[in-house]
């Protein structure tokens, strides 16, 4: 490690705490990843690297197992120094400049299990508000909706169940049809016999609370949770992971990423992709049965 080098950064680290009130847990931070830079160019001036070896260090550090955003802090740190070092005159420009650190992997949402899935709707209805929730989610893993899309359905406005679908209102007021099951249908045909125990005179809600008005998305939230916990479920079960399973099961049994995209009401298909997680099983069968270096003679 340069001498030179590590006493540049020394400097720099006083001005943070001095002049930028900077806290002892960036001054550590900015440290560590700053000695990780020294340590990597060796016996080579870090004032003198340029942009293609800057990079090559990321690629390295990445190919060891630094994650993404680990890395991008460290890019950080590095970027101050070098801009430090440039008003200073101590180098001609920052090396940093137009380096990024790798993308940090979207966290796909997780979904259930068909079997899950099955233990959770199959569970019977003993009161009134269970006829209700299992309507409501019935619909959400039969139709794959968003969670504001649900509550903001209206009686005989978009429900249709004699042609088995719904019209919901999207993402930049966007309306999409999508189909209804046979267990949907059913669910939703029970609420509606007694929704009019529960709903005020003139509420256009199809699904409403104790006192009349329109379900919230908060009390369809908790009612979900609620319900899975009491079926056995170890997980927390949200709408949205309802809606997933829903594009998951329907992806792994017809491969056909387009027609989801349109149930979804996803505007980019590149939004659709994230549910094609297929487990290794499924595409293995898959991969059986289509590919023609694959099949058995």
Known sequence: MSAIAHASVEQFLAELAHQRRASPHTLTAYRRDLETLLAATGDADAKSLQPFQLRRQLM????????????????????????????????????????RAPKQPKALPKALSVGQTMALLDAPAETIFETRDLAMFELFYSSG??????????????????????????????????????????????????????????????????????LGTRSIARRLDRWAKRQGADVHVHPHMLRHSFASHVLQSSGDLRAVQEMLGHANIGTTQ??????????????????????KK
């Open 145 to 214: 909706l968003r969670l504001s899309e649900l509550a903001g359905l209206d009686l005989g406005g978009g429900l249709d169940l004699q042609a088995g679908e719904v019209t919901v209102t999207g993402k930049r007021g966007k309306t999409r049809i999508v189909p209804v099951g046979a267990k949907g249908s059913e669910a939703l045909r029970r609420w509606l016999d007694e929704r009019a125990a529960l709903a005020k005179p003139e509420e256009p809600a199809l699904f409403v609370n104790h006192r009349g008005g329109r």
């Open 60 to 99: 390295q550090l990445h190919a060891r197992g630094l994650a993404p955003r680990s890395l991008a802090r460290l890019l950080s740190a590095w970027r101050a120094w070098y801009r430090w070092l440039a008003r200073r005159g101590e180098v001609e420009r920052n090396p940093c400049d137009g380096l």
């Open 274 to 295: 994230i549910y094609t997680h297929l487990d290794f099983q499924h595409l293995a069968k898959v991969y059986d049965a289509a590919h023609p270096r694959a099949r």
